[in-house]
């Protein structure tokens, strides 16, 4: 009996994820015809185009070796950036309550802190061949430079993926933490249950606060305008995915669309209080969170343009200070 408990749960949880996972292939297409393409008064791609098409089209193409001092590590890391979203997701499920230690809040945060540092690898150990006969500042100044140690588009984008990790994604994880602090517990199931007794946390005043810089946290990592500056065209063209081609890049473009998803899922679970079930009809209300999250998102990033340092930082400190508020009132109430 208690075999066939734990094969039933384990086909629920790889359902849930397969269920997610597609859903989460809609999103990117989603963004990409009905706001920004709206906005620009064009027709703009099919919805599956950026998210489905485009990965199957990438999978047949001929992959290249890159330019990496270590091109094994070099191509697992967007294997190893969605096998962390994945297993968030997987984290997320009632399946997996039972199990405190993966359904924590240490558990997530520590995956999305891993999503992110690959970024940091990724710039670090490709040196694009785009970059190696362009003058770089190093180059222009006069300094004698090998082909080592020079600068290359990369390095730029992995500095700026090392300050996103130092501060940059901070509003998230603290938005996160707001619901830990009213509830008393760093477990999922805890967090749940407690809104179902006191209501949902969206409808506190520390919850429309944490929310919103929650909002913030999910478009800085996401890498979306105007947050994107470790992948900005303007000036690192893409960044650390430069060298990524074929599989690789597909399986990169399968990882936006399922963060896309987790990331509204968390704020469904931890806000709203409503558990991850396919098979009740609240599976409804994570693809419409998802969905509204998509469409503001891309609304934003419509009308804004790339921060520089200048602005990010100040924006970004902000929406921490906002952050902090909302988990003192939470403690105080």
Request: proline share 5%; hydrophobic share 55%.
């Amino acid at each position: 009996m208690v075999n066939i408990t734990i094969l039933y749960s384990i086909i629920i949880a790889i359902l849930t994820l397969l269920v997610c996972f597609i859903i989460g292939m809609f999103l990117p297409g989603v963004e990409k015809k009905y706001v920004h393409a709206r906005i620009q008064q064009r027709i703009g791609p099919p919805v599956t185009s950026v998210g489905i098409m485009a990965p199957i089209k990438f999978a047949f193409k001929e992959n290249l070796d890159p330019r990496s001092p270590a091109p094994g590590l070099y191509k697992a890391l967007p294997f190893i950036s969605f096998l962390c979203i994945l297993l968030v997701l997987l984290f997320i499920t009632p399946q997996m309550y039972s199990v405190e230690l993966l359904s924590s809040i240490i558990a997530i945060v520590g995956l999305l802190k891993v999503e992110e540092i690959a970024y940091v690898f990724m710039g670090a150990l490709s040196k694009s061949v785009m970059s190696l006969s362009m003058k770089f500042p190093d180059l222009v100044k006069g300094a004698s430079h090998t082909d080592t140690i020079r600068s290359h588009i990369e390095d730029i984008s992995s500095k700026r993926s090392l300050r996103m990790i130092s501060y940059g994604s901070f509003p998230l994880y603290l938005a996160l933490f707001v619901p830990v602090v009213c509830s008393g517990s760093l477990y999922i199931g805890d967090i749940i249950k407690y809104q179902q007794v006191h209501g949902p946390f969206i409808f506190t005043t520390q919850g429309i606060l944490a929310a919103f810089v929650f909002f913030i946290g999910y478009v800085i990592l996401l890498n979306e305008s105007p947050f994107n500056i470790i992948e900005a065209e303007s000036d690192v063209i893409q960044g650390p995915y430069m060298e990524y081609m074929a599989k690789y890049r597909s399986v990169i473009y399968l990882t936006k669309g399922l963060l896309m998803f987790t990331l509204s899922a968390l704020f469904t679970i931890f806000f709203l209080g409503i558990s991850l079930n396919i098979f009740s009809w609240n599976i409804l209300v994570f693809i419409i969170v998802s969905l509204l999250f998509t469409l503001f998102m891309g609304i934003f990033s419509a009308f804004t343009p790339v921060f520089t340092n200048r602005q990010f930082l100040p924006v970004v400190l902000l929406t921490t200070l906002i952050g902090v508020l909302a988990i003192v009132i939470g403690i105080l109430i």
